[in-house]
Structures are given as C-alpha cells and as structure tokens.
C-alpha cells in the first residue's frame, strides 16, 4: 500500500486553503526583520489570482532558484542582511508540524507492507531542510516535489510523473491526504485515492486506515 501525504496544510500547520486555519509565516515579518509584509508578498507571490507569474511560481516548478530571486527582491525592500539570514528566518518559522499527523505516520510506517511518501509543492530549499533538518526522512520513503519534477501540483502532470517514478498501477489507488479540493480533484484523475484533509481524524477514521489503529 502507497501513501501520500501532502505538506502545507496537512503535516506543516501553517499554510491551508482555509483562510482561517491559516497560521502565517511572516505575520511578524515587519517587526523581526523589518520588511513590510504586504509588499514582499506582492513582490514575491504576485498579486492576488496571478501567482502563476510570480517568482515564488517560478521557484516552486524549478525555473529560478530560491536564493537568486530574494536577491533581486530583498534589497528593494530595505533588508540589510543576507538572503542565507532570510532563508533560515522563513524556513524556521514555516516548520510548525502537525505532530498529530506525524504521530499517526509515525504508526502506520510500523505496518508491513506500506510505503510513504510526501507529494508536495516546494522549492528545493524547502523541501532540502524539511527532509534533512525537520527529519521527515525519518517517516517517508520518499519525498516528490514540484520544483524536481518540474511542475506544479495543480498539473496533473505531477501526479503522472510519480506515478511513472514508482509504476503505479491503476488497480493501485494510492491514498493521498491533500487540503485543497482542487489538488485532491487533480489526484483522483491519476488514479488515486484522494481524500480532502481537514483534521486527524480523515486520517484516523479513513476505512482503508482506521483498523490500523486497534493493532
């Protein structure tokens, strides 16, 4: 049995497609580093609706790499420090797990059997220090993200490239927690078996899942 699970807004509680589950990153931006947070997301993350262009589109799908776009952006904001400095100031403050998730991975990576895997939607950078340094490697077999493959998760081209990497089947049906209905829509047409995560318990009470518990 393959699963997947995504990062945002299933095993970082930070991002989600609910505004109002949302715990952001750089609520304190301005006062920590002294860079206005509306502007820096507008310069980085394009404006509302058209993040297709932006620069953080063109890190997460592996066109421009992390460190050379906060160069040409950083410094027109007044930052006086390095981008290595910002980097590790974002990634640090985007790293809040959902240990209840991660407990849950935690046991299901004790059955025989199954394998799991992160699908994502990051920046190498990102994805390097959620590996290595939050140690997610420790829970996963594997890690696929956007900007290795080359496309971002809202092309269903992601999903056909992973299941080209691990020949997945379409008797397969892997299960993939994700909390964007549109991702999870995307999934499903790859074959999966895509659930819309909104808390522990799409994990818990999953009927492929929830006998796993009483073991």
């Known amino acids: 049995m393959k699963i997947f699970f995504d990062v945002d807004g299933?095993?970082?509680d930070g991002w989600h497609i609910n505004e109002d589950?949302?715990?952001?990153?750089?609520a304190t931006i301005e006062a920590d580093i002294g860079i206005d947070r509306r502007?820096?997301?507008e310069l980085f993350f394009g404006a509302s609706g058209d993040q297709?262009?932006?620069l953080m589109h063109e890190c997460l799908t592996g066109q421009c790499d992390l460190k050379d776009a906060l160069a040409g952006v950083l410094p027109a904001l007044g930052y006086k420090g390095s981008v290595d400095a910002f980097i590790r100031y974002?990634?640090?403050?985007d790293s809040n797990v959902n240990s209840e998730v991660l407990t849950l991975v935690g046991k299901i990576?004790?059955?025989?059997?199954?394998?799991?895997f992160i699908a994502t939607g990051q920046e190498r950078y990102r994805a390097d220090y959620l590996w290595n340094e939050l140690g997610f490697s420790k829970y996963f077999?594997?890690?696929?993200?956007s900007a290795k493959i080359g496309f971002p998760k809202k092309d269903k081209r992601f999903f056909e490239a992973i299941n080209s990497a691990l020949n997945i089947t379409a008797e397969e049906k892997p299960l993939f927690f994700d909390d964007q209905p549109e991702?999870?829509?995307l999934a499903e047409k790859a074959g999966w078996d895509a659930i819309t995560f909104r808390s522990v318990r799409d994990i818990k009470e999953h009927l492929v899942l929830r006998h796993l518990w009483q073991l």
């Open 141 to 145: 077999d594997k890690m696929f993200y």
């Open 90 to 93: 974002w990634l640090e403050k």
């Open 52 to 54: 297709r262009s932006s």
């Open 183 to 185: 991702i999870v829509e």
């Open 109 to 116: 990576r004790e059955i025989d059997g199954v394998q799991l």
């Open 10 to 12: 299933v095993l970082i």
């Open 39 to 41: 502007a820096f997301q």
């Open 21 to 26: 589950l949302r715990k952001p990153w750089d």
